[in-house]
């Protein structure tokens, strides 16, 4: 059973960056595509960013391209999501979650783990 747990949320203003971390209970990233999720008040979770160790690729949403950024420390079993130029509209929960898939995925379905969520707040 993989366990993750998210930090670094937070309140900032706009433009503001934030960091957060997702750490893993193991060695999952040679094995596991890792993403981001993000939920909003009122809207379904949707895909942020995700990385897929094995083939040393990420992919982002339209909508955090150019912002926001996804790495990992294989020694530390964590990934990050590095967050730039925060945006009101960036305000939502943020789940960090793993999926046995071979590729990059996008939907919730295929991602097996998840963390509890960190709280971001943009203030306009």
């Known amino acids: 059973q993989v366990q993750l747990e998210e930090s670094g949320g937070g309140l900032v203003q706009a433009g503001d960056s934030l960091r957060l971390s997702c750490a893993a209970s193991?060695?999952?990233?040679?094995?596991?595509?890792m993403g981001w999720f993000r939920q909003a008040p009122g809207k379904e979770r949707e895909f942020v960013a995700a990385i897929n160790w094995s083939g040393a690729s990420t992919f982002s949403a339209d909508s955090v391209k150019g912002r926001f950024t996804i790495s990992g420390d294989i020694a530390k079993n964590t990934v990050y999501l590095q967050m730039n130029s925060l945006k009101p509209e960036d305000t939502a929960v943020y789940y960090c979650?793993?999926?046995?898939?071979?590729?990059?995925?996008?939907?919730?379905?295929?991602?097996?783990?998840w963390g509890q969520g960190t709280q971001v707040t943009v203030s306009s």
């Open positions: 979650a793993a999926s046995t898939s071979r590729l990059i995925v996008t939907t919730t379905r295929p991602y097996n783990y």
């Open positions: 193991e060695r999952t990233f040679s094995r596991y595509v």
